[in-house]
């Protein structure tokens, strides 16, 4: 399901594009299959601004040209998963713990579509917990602000983890040296409120909520891929 909706995407790449590189199994895809189709010639001049270090190996295991993030002036289109969609593209994305990067290229593209399969497509975000990616600094006092702010948007409950490095009691280090809070809301009410108050929180460095990017959700189904719009 994740490659038909991987393969599906590949259509709105075009010639000459830069492109924002999501992270996840499912953009790992999309980046395996753009690499097959430049060596083809069926494009060509694309260049990947990868959103983690994950990506930037599967981009060059791909043969996918890559520029780094910080010499890009524009993107045209960023290709990303996501862990959770709703009706109104609002998402949950930081599973794979690269949120920050991913927002950042999402936010400065002028399209981003979204590959998932069926199973990510709920009616309330919620469900899967939500990722918030923190300052180590003082993250404790942090991940506090944080509980009482998912409490105030109306989220059922909050537990809140430090996300751990494997089985062991290290923490999880995303690419830019913070932590990750994955919080088990239920389902969140007001999503808009809830990311508006976490954004509000000195320590958080950004939040997996993803509300107003995508405009195009590519979903893979057992026997092809749908393609929603709004
Ligand atoms: O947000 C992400 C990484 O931070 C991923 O896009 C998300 O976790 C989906 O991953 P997958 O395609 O492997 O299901």
Known sequence: MKAHAAEAALDYAESGMILGLGSGSTAEIFIDRLGK???????????????????????????????????ASRIDLTV????????????????GGCLLREKIIAHASDRMIVVIDETKLVETLGAFPLPVEVDPFAFTITAKK??????????PRADVALRRRGDGPAPFVTDGGHFILDCECGELPNPEDTARRLAAIPGVMEHGLFIGLARTVIVGEEDGAEVLEI
Do not use: W
């Open 37 to 71: 189709a430049l060596k083809a010639g069926l494009l060509s001049d694309i260049r990947g601004v990868p959103t983690s270090s994950m990506t930037e190996r599967a981009a060059q295991a791909a043969g996918v040209p890559l520029i780094p993030a910080d010499q």
């Open 146 to 155: 944080v509980f009482d702010a998912l409490r105030a948007s109306g989220a």
């Open 80 to 95: 990303d998963g996501a862990d959770e969609v709703d009706g109104r593209f609002r998402l949950i994305k930081g599973g």
